[in-house]
């Protein structure tokens, strides 16, 4: 939609597995053409986009990787990178290079996708050691032909802090609920207000999609939900021992840092 929209000459072709909603998106004007065979979507592109759960890109690699021409750059938009380099660069070579783009919110579907989605956006890309200047610097001008902001960093060091800056709360967010609805009355959440619902957004996201985003970065996620669990086992001693000065110094460091954060464009309200 956002390519549609700012580079209205570009030959647009999407494969999808459901013929009626690629209709919807041909209908919409938002592809030249729709495609149900991968093969078929890939040929002849300069670049692919997976847009998948990152558990079905090996299969997908390696249906299109035959058919690609010599031309074709490959990236996607998952948030874990770590898994998907190690999986696809040995079917793509250096034609691939991760990217996610740190936009999106708990809403899925057509209906739910904008135009402006990425303006202003963070963009990660994770190129490899052998990834040619070139191709990097053609996916840089793509992401920015968007409005996103381009960083690069190698596939673990993504992995590592987007399991800080996005997984972790996610899993905070599904957790929370869980707590509210295990110990509180099954009408309580009616009465929540604006730091309960603002702190729990995500836990509407799609399950299954965050349950593979988890278990494929699993590793980092453990390490920060340990180490969310020992920094809410101290508040809780603070708590414990009366020590309001030690309960005020946290909860002022937060702040601190939270009010440096800049003010987030209004059409990005998440991260996955």
């Given at each position: 939609m956002?390519?549609?929209s700012r580079?209205?000459?570009?030959?647009?072709?999407?494969?999808?597995?459901?013929?009626?909603q690629?209709?919807?998106?041909?209908n919409s004007?938002?592809?030249d053409?729709?495609?149900?065979?991968?093969?078929?979507?890939?040929?002849?592109?300069?670049l692919?986009i997976f847009?998948?759960?990152?558990?079905s890109?090996e299969?997908?690699?390696?249906?299109?990787?035959?058919?690609?021409?010599?031309q074709?750059?490959v990236?996607?938009?998952g948030s874990?990178?770590?898994?998907?380099?190690?999986?696809?660069?040995?079917?793509?070579?250096d034609?691939?290079?991760?990217?996610?783009?740190?936009?999106?919110?708990?809403?899925?579907?057509?209906?739910a996708?904008?135009?402006?989605?990425?303006?202003g956006?963070?963009?990660?890309?994770?190129?490899s050691g052998?990834?040619?200047p070139?191709?990097?610097?053609i996916l840089?001008s793509?992401?920015?032909?968007?409005?996103?902001?381009v960083?690069?960093?190698?596939?673990?060091?993504?992995?590592?802090?987007?399991?800080?800056l996005?997984?972790?709360?996610?899993?905070?967010a599904f957790?929370?609920?869980?707590?509210?609805?295990?110990?509180?009355?099954?009408d309580?959440?009616?009465l929540?207000?604006?730091?309960?619902?603002d702190?729990?957004r995500?836990a509407?996201?799609?399950p299954a999609?965050?349950?593979?985003?988890?278990t494929?970065?699993?590793?980092e996620?453990i390490a920060?939900?340990?180490?969310?669990?020992?920094?809410?086992?101290?508040?809780?001693?603070?708590l414990?021992?009366e020590?309001?000065?030690?309960?005020?110094d946290?909860?002022?460091?937060?702040?601190?840092?939270?009010?440096?954060?800049?003010?987030?464009?209004?059409?990005?309200?998440?991260?996955?």
């Open positions: 956002a390519l549609r580079s209205p000459a570009a030959s647009i072709t999407i494969w999808g597995r459901n013929p009626e690629l209709q919807e998106i041909l004007n938002l592809a053409t729709v495609e149900t065979d991968p093969v078929t979507a890939v040929r002849d592109a300069d692919v847009c998948t759960p990152v558990g890109m299969q997908l690699a390696t249906t299109i990787a035959p058919h690609l021409a010599p074709t750059l990236t996607d938009v874990v990178k770590a898994c998907v380099a190690k999986k696809l660069t040995p079917l793509l070579g034609r691939f290079v991760g990217g996610h783009p740190m936009a999106g919110s708990e809403r899925s579907g057509l209906a996708a904008r135009s402006d989605l990425f303006d956006a963070p963009c990660i890309l994770t190129p052998t990834t040619l070139e191709s990097l610097e840089t793509f992401w920015h032909s968007l409005g996103a902001q960083t690069t960093m190698s596939p673990l060091e993504h992995d590592r802090l987007v399991a800080r996005s997984h972790l709360p996610h899993a905070l957790a929370l609920v869980n707590l509210i609805s295990e110990t509180l009355p099954e309580a959440p009616l929540a207000g604006g730091s309960f619902r702190g729990t995500v509407a996201s799609d999609l965050w349950t593979g985003i988890l494929e970065n699993r590793h996620v920060a939900l340990r180490e969310m669990s020992d920094l809410l086992g101290s508040l809780a001693e603070n414990e021992e020590d309001n000065d030690a309960v005020l946290v909860l002022t460091r937060a702040r601190e840092q939270r009010v440096r954060l800049p003010l987030p464009n209004h059409h990005l309200p998440s991260d996955d």
